[in-house]
């Protein structure tokens, strides 16, 4: 099961507020309103390769450190 640790990189980088984040998405490209990044914080089904580089970038971690794997059924 994968497990999404974008809050911990937010809070471990003193990103308070979902909202925090829509200006350095779009300074890289990634225009995303301040709900929609509301939602990608919430544990997505899905994320696109843009906004998954543009994440790493920001908190400058790989994507491994972004989404964490474990056995099926875990997390």
């Known amino acids: 099961m994968a497990s999404w640790r974008l809050p911990e990189l937010?809070?471990?980088?003193?990103?308070?507020r979902t909202s925090d984040l829509?200006?350095?998405?779009?300074a890289r490209g990634?225009?995303?309103?301040?709900s929609q990044v509301?939602?990608?914080?919430?544990?997505p089904d899905r994320v696109?390769?843009?906004v998954l580089?543009?994440?790493?970038?920001?908190f400058g971690v790989g994507v491994e450190e972004l989404i964490t794997l474990g056995p099926?059924?875990?997390?």
Do not use: F, N, Q
Request: aromatic letters at 6%; a positive charge.
């Open 53 to 58: 580089a543009a994440l790493c970038d920001i």
């Open 10 to 16: 937010m809070a471990r980088a003193g990103y308070r």
């Open 22 to 26: 829509v200006k350095p998405l779009a």
């Open 48 to 50: 696109s390769l843009r």
């Open 38 to 43: 509301y939602r990608l914080t919430r544990d």
């Open 72 to 75: 099926p059924g875990e997390g």
């Open 30 to 34: 990634v225009v995303l309103s301040r």
